[in-house]
């Protein structure tokens, strides 16, 4: 059966190099029948490899399976526009998820709007239902993963995140990976070795979306106001969140997501170099 963890053996497998069906079929240990399945499955459910049969229709026929090119990622003017905004900005100041949101059909979205002193009230909620929705994969944009650290009564979203990993559930989280984030980074990649599973993977990279997509079927995307400075609002920030389920935007998204994360680096590799640094 086609779990969480042979998903990513075989991703894993094909992103150092294209591979034909019999390979992957021999890594994995099952028949060519069965591998080319787990492949067109992947293919249809991820999109993060894709496949080309050459000398089709002959007894020679080769099927090689290589890692998705992202490259055309946009199929509108409208997401060509935001694909480059995203790319290019760092901070979450230089991109309004709104921008998103008002393309979206009617239908297949949703917005919250919550006034709080702190992110972790106003959040906590929301980040524990998108994450508990999830059954095979969550792909998470993230500024230094500090909401891991938000809690209610004795509850963690780190607890939650504990939870997904020991039931085989995929994580993949770009952030930054830097001095100020580094115990939340650490703690995170704990869960692995917690649970004997390489089921988190998480990778350096500047961006300015706080966004999660989980099982290729949503995305939600969060927005913080800054108090304007009249008297009632002085102490407290307004926290948007959209709700998308549109295949189309989710799929964009989804792309989005893996073309940064395959030119990022690797956090492990990152927290190696910040050890050399001594404060």
Not at 120 to 147: D, M, P, T
Not at 200 to 209: K, M
Not at 211 to 220: G, L
Request: aromatic share 10%; glycine share 4%.
């Amino acid at each position: 059966m086609l779990n969480n963890e042979l998903i990513k053996k075989i991703e894993d497998f094909v992103y150092s190099k294209p591979r034909s069906v019999q390979e992957i079929a021999s890594y994995i240990g099952k028949n060519w029948r069965t591998a080319d399945r787990y492949i067109s499955e992947i293919e249809k459910n991820y999109g993060t490899i894709a496949t080309r049969v050459f000398r089709e229709g002959t007894r020679g026929a080769l099927k090689i399976v290589y890692w998705a090119s992202v490259e055309k990622i946009s199929s509108s003017v409208f997401q060509e526009k935001l694909e480059e905004e995203i790319l290019r900005a760092r901070k979450k100041e230089d991109f309004s998820a709104f921008d998103i949101f008002q393309y979206v059909n009617e239908k297949n979205k949703q917005v919250k709007v919550k006034t709080e002193k702190s992110e972790e009230i106003a959040g906590f909620n929301n980040v524990k239902s998108i994450l508990e929705k999830a059954e095979k994969k969550i792909l998470i944009f993230s500024g230094n993963l500090s909401f891991i650290n938000f809690q209610q009564k004795d509850k963690k979203i780190l607890d939650i995140l504990d939870a997904l990993v020991k039931k085989g559930i995929s994580v993949k989280i770009l952030c930054r990976v830097d001095i100020a984030g580094k115990k939340n980074i650490e703690n995170v990649l704990a869960l692995n070795y917690k649970h004997g599973k390489e089921m988190v993977e998480i990778r350096h990279r500047e961006h300015p979306l706080r966004a999660t997509i989980v099982d290729n079927k949503f995305f939600d995307i969060k927005e913080i106001k800054e108090p304007t400075g009249k008297i009632s609002e002085l102490d407290k920030k307004i926290f948007i969140f959209y709700n998308i389920k549109d295949k189309e935007w989710v799929e964009w998204l989804t792309k989005i997501f893996w073309k940064m994360f395959s030119s990022s680096i690797d956090a492990k590799k990152r927290l190696m170099e910040l050890e050399k640094i001594k404060q």
